[in-house]
């Protein structure tokens, strides 16, 4: 691994266009990867593997699974130059080891992959939380001399699995890149260039903003999706409901569609900062409860009002 150095950029909110500009040019100076090993063939490493194969050509790409049948599904629609599900064998000569899988496993994984990681490999994974990540995988990689640094590429669907996997899933989307282990800036660059070149844009947080932020913008919202159904549906008509139901309705609970075990562990993986939330949250529709206990139409209005000028701002429209 590459001598470690100080990481100075502990916040990177990407609201100085500038500053993003000038990372995105010192990163398009740093060579690519020529090997990548893909640990776990679902939604989003099957869509890194199809986005590496489109759009790096060059990059020799090997996919991990537990079960063969995604893999063999990989292998007929040329997402994988090799599949294996032996972990050591997928990532024996890669240059960059992704971690795919659910978090919970990604400790396990790594422990079976390191004896055969080549020397200057760089190890970093997709997980929607990173302190837990940073605190079992990052050190233990780090203590044994492999640099290691989280990725969260800001993608995905309510549908998962390989068969949903897209090559153009990352085009657009916004890559956070946490490097708790203060890896090398030139590692960090390394990194960076390979997901622009898979269609993100880079911003650089440490892992306990990273999360803080996510829970805010992703898990929470999340949660209040399934929150809306139930409280549509429960105890109501559904298929009379299902009848009256607008674009209000579908738009508001499109996300609850996800997988609910996977949900389950990333809300409970970061607990710490979606109860944070949640409390906000309960707050907020305790005043809500009493605007209109209250009769109170013109604070229900202005409550209104500021999350849809909230919304603009944070979007830019």
């Given at each position: 691994?590459?001598?470690?150095?100080?990481?100075?950029?502990?916040?990177?909110?990407?609201?100085?266009?500038?500053?993003?500009?000038?990372?995105?040019?010192?990163?398009?100076?740093?060579?690519?990867?020529?090997?990548?090993?893909?640990?776990?063939?679902?939604?989003?490493?099957?869509?890194?593997?199809?986005?590496?194969?489109?759009?790096?050509?060059?990059v020799?790409?090997?996919?991990?699974?537990?079960?063969p049948?995604?893999?063999?599904?990989?292998?007929?629609?040329?997402?994988?130059?090799?599949?294996?599900?032996?972990?050591a064998?997928?990532?024996?000569?890669?240059?960059?080891?992704?971690?795919?899988?659910?978090?919970?496993?990604?400790?396990?994984?790594?422990?079976?992959?390191?004896?055969?990681?080549?020397?200057?490999?760089?190890?970093?994974d997709?997980?929607?939380?990173?302190?837990?990540?940073h605190?079992?995988?990052?050190?233990?990689?780090?203590r044994?001399?492999?640099?290691?640094?989280?990725s969260?590429?800001?993608?995905?669907?309510?549908?998962?699995?390989?068969?949903?996997?897209?090559?153009?899933?990352?085009?657009?989307?916004?890559?956070?890149?946490?490097?708790?282990?203060?890896?090398?800036?030139?590692?960090?660059?390394?990194?960076?260039r390979?997901?622009?070149?898979?269609?993100?844009h880079?911003?650089?947080?440490?892992?306990?903003?990273?999360?803080?932020?996510?829970a805010?913008?992703?898990?929470?919202?999340?949660?209040?999706?399934?929150?809306?159904?139930?409280?549509?549906?429960?105890?109501?008509?559904v298929e009379?409901?299902?009848?009256v139901?607008?674009?209000?309705?579908?738009?508001?609970?499109?996300?609850?569609?996800?997988?609910?075990s996977?949900?389950?562990?990333?809300?409970?993986?970061?607990?710490?900062?979606?109860?944070?939330?949640?409390?906000?949250?309960?707050?907020?529709?305790?005043d809500?409860?009493?605007?209109?206990?209250?009769?109170?139409?013109?604070?229900?209005?202005?409550?209104?009002k500021?999350?849809?000028?909230?919304?603009?701002?944070?979007l830019?429209?």
């Amino acid at each position: 691994m590459m001598p470690a150095a100080p990481w100075t950029c502990s916040v990177f909110r990407g609201v100085d266009v500038s500053a993003r500009k000038s990372m995105k040019d010192a990163s398009k100076k740093q060579p690519s990867f020529s090997s990548v090993a893909i640990m776990g063939p679902g939604l989003l490493g099957g869509a890194l593997a199809l986005a590496v194969k489109v759009r790096m050509p060059h990059v020799h790409v090997r996919l991990w699974g537990r079960r063969p049948e995604p893999l063999e599904y990989a292998l007929s629609i040329g997402a994988a130059h090799a599949v294996s599900t032996r972990v050591a064998e997928a990532v024996q000569g890669a240059d960059l080891v992704v971690l795919a899988t659910p978090v919970g496993v990604m400790p396990d994984i790594a422990a079976a992959m390191l004896p055969a990681l080549k020397p200057g490999a760089v190890v970093t994974d997709v997980g929607s939380v990173k302190g837990c990540v940073h605190q079992s995988v990052g050190r233990a990689l780090t203590r044994a001399g492999v640099a290691f640094i989280g990725s969260h590429p800001m993608a995905g669907s309510e549908k998962q699995g390989m068969e949903h996997a897209s090559a153009e899933l990352f085009q657009g989307a916004t890559c956070i890149l946490t490097n708790d282990e203060h890896v090398h800036e030139d590692v960090l660059l390394l990194l960076q260039r390979f997901w622009e070149r898979a269609g993100c844009h880079c911003i650089r947080m440490q892992a306990a903003v990273h999360d803080s932020t996510v829970a805010r913008i992703s898990h929470i919202p999340h949660a209040l999706s399934a929150l809306c159904v139930h409280s549509a549906l429960d105890g109501g008509d559904v298929e009379l409901l299902g009848l009256v139901s607008a674009g209000g309705f579908r738009d508001t609970t499109r996300v609850s569609m996800g997988e609910p075990s996977m949900w389950a562990e990333i809300l409970t993986e970061n607990s710490p900062a979606v109860l944070e939330r949640l409390d906000a949250a309960l707050a907020q529709l305790g005043d809500v409860r009493k605007f209109l206990a209250d009769g109170d139409k013109k604070s229900l209005a202005e409550w209104l009002k500021k999350a849809g000028e909230s919304r603009a701002q944070a979007l830019g429209l």
